[in-house]
């Protein structure tokens, strides 16, 4: 029973919900940059290379059934993918970073009010002593 215990503490903690929310958005932002280079980017590089499909790109060792395919254009594909993905979430953490600095810049903290001086207590503790 202990176990079960200490897996439901570890599940619920706050890091532990916000990164799988973290995964799950960035599975969907990766559909997303999918999309972006499969559907607009690629195109628009296959038209510049004379419209080479890199998907179908692929270099054949052997002859036959048994011959190895080598497939480098979905290699290239995947590389491009990971690139503008890396780069996306670069730029919004960056704008996310820039926000949160502007944030703290405009919320000063603000200061713990002024307490007397030591001077100023050790003359109030010497008044009170004369006083007796």
Do not use: H, W
Request: hydrophobic share 50%; proline share 4%; aromatic share 10%.
């Amino acid at each position: 029973m202990g176990f079960i215990k200490e897996f439901k503490e570890f599940a619920m903690k706050g890091n532990v919900l916000d990164m799988a929310v973290g995964v799950i958005i960035g599975g969907a932002f990766g559909k997303i940059v999918s999309s972006l280079v499969d559907d607009v980017l690629m195109p628009l590089v296959g038209m510049v290379t004379g419209n080479v499909d890199f998907t179908s790109l692929a270099f054949q060792i052997g002859e036959g059934e048994g011959a190895a395919v080598l497939k480098y254009g979905n290699f290239i594909q995947n590389t491009v993918d990971f690139i503008i993905v890396a780069f996306c979430i670069f730029m919004m953490l960056k704008g996310i970073n820039k926000f949160n600095r502007k944030k703290e810049e405009a919320a000063p903290e603000p200061e713990a009010p002024a307490g007397p001086t030591q001077e100023e207590l050790l003359a109030e503790i010497r008044d009170l002593l004369k006083n007796k």
